[in-house]
């Protein structure tokens, strides 16, 4: 959809990572830095001490994040809730389906008929191919 759902969702996310203390604690890490707290770091160029601390802090502040960003994805009451909604209202829109009235988090996903045919229809072809190799195998002995 490019009606801005998904730039008004990685909005909120990013606001929520605001909330959730990330940069403070970045702060804190930078400050608590090795790099900062060497000697000899104040002779160093701006430059320098950036691509050190980078160096220093980006995969665990990365992780961190990503690990923020997916604990807001996955939580089934927040943030996740609502993209998981988002998801259901653009997938029936874009399927021509009616949207439920109301989800519930425990709600399942049926799949249409001539899919679910599809996939037992490619189940057999997998079984029929499976048994075409074991026969060969079985002939070459």
Known sequence: MNDGTID???LKIIN???????KNITIKMAEQSKVLNTSGAEKQTKREL???LRQELET??????SKSVWELILDSNGLGKEISETVERVFCKLS???????LHSND????PEKAVGDEKRKGKEKDHENEMENSKSKSKK
């Open 108 to 111: 399942v996903v049926l799949l």
């Open 50 to 52: 950036f691509d050190a």
């Open 16 to 22: 929520q990572l605001k909330a959730n203390e990330l």
């Open 8 to 10: 008004a969702l990685r």
């Open 96 to 102: 021509g389906r009616e949207p439920p009235l109301f």
């Open 60 to 65: 665990p502040v990365l992780e961190m994040a």
